[in-house]
């Protein structure tokens, strides 16, 4: 599995910003995805994670409300819609995938559940 993840700049606060994740290499709908952030010298947090039908959604708390993730299983892409952006937003930002299919929510929102990343794309917001 390959993901190439883009879409990311520079844009000042309250502005929008929308990611865009291709997804190459197996069938897609058979593939859970979510979006990760690591901001400079702190961990990779969950953002965002979309089951695969897309029905389901899972959102971090800092972000819902404010970021909307979907996907097109016709195109193979996975979108990170980002609204009302704060500096604090600021990180790299990473698509990854997961085989898992549990219906436990908790799975979705750890790192560890997905095999396979993309290279990030970096969003900086300024205040």
């Known amino acids: 599995v390959q993901l190439q993840a883009s879409g990311g700049g520079l844009v000042q606060a309250g502005g929008s910003l929308s990611l865009s994740c291709v997804f190459s290499g197996d069938t897609f709908n058979r593939y859970a995805m979510g979006w990760f952030r690591q901001a400079p010298g702190k961990a990779r947090d969950f953002v965002a994670g979309?089951?695969?039908?897309?029905?389901?959604?899972y959102y971090s708390p800092s972000v819902k409300g404010r970021f909307t993730i979907s996907r097109d299983n016709a195109k193979n892409t996975v979108a990170l819609h980002m609204n009302s952006l704060k500096p604090e937003d600021t990180a790299i930002y990473y698509c990854a995938a997961t085989l898992n299919r549990t219906d436990y929510s908790g799975y979705y929102y750890d790192a560890r559940t997905y095999d396979s990343w993309g290279q990030g794309t970096l969003v900086t917001v300024s205040s």
């Open positions: 979309i089951r695969r039908t897309g029905a389901t959604t």
